[in-house]
């Protein structure tokens, strides 16, 4: 089992600035990527941002390129995501998510509320 616990949420006005933290604990040397996903009020969960563990690699939906930037301190054991320019639209609870190599994110954290007005 892999534990996920966020934090970093809040409510800031546009083109405000947030970092998300993720910390990871449990069975942690079984994680291959880690991923953020965010949910609006009325929308489907949708993918953010994901890292590789060891190698680093990174992806971003292309809502939020040139905005956000995930990150890992792998002696922590937690993932980041810096949000700069921060938009009503990101409105949304966001999620980390720990995946194993077959690309399916088995783990899940509870979630943090990230409110942008305008």
């Known amino acids: 089992q892999v534990q996920l616990v966020e934090s970093g949420g809040g409510l800031v006005q546009a083109g405000a600035s947030l970092r998300l933290s993720c910390a990871a604990s449990?069975?942690?040397?079984?994680?291959?990527?880690m991923g953020w996903f965010r949910q609006a009020p009325g929308k489907e969960r949708e993918f953010v941002a994901s890292?590789?563990?060891?190698?680093?690699?990174?992806r971003y939906a292309d809502s939020v390129k040139g905005r956000f930037t995930i990150s890992r301190d792998s002696a922590k054991g937690t993932v980041y995501l810096q949000m700069n320019s921060l938009k009503p639209e990101d409105t949304a609870v966001y999620y980390c998510?720990?995946?194993?190599?077959?690309?399916?994110?088995?783990?899940r954290g509870q979630g943090t509320q990230v409110t942008v007005s305008s």
């Open positions: 890292l590789t563990w060891r190698g680093g690699s990174t």
């Open positions: 449990g069975r942690t040397f079984s994680i291959y990527a």
């Open positions: 998510a720990a995946g194993n190599v077959g690309g399916a994110y088995d783990y």
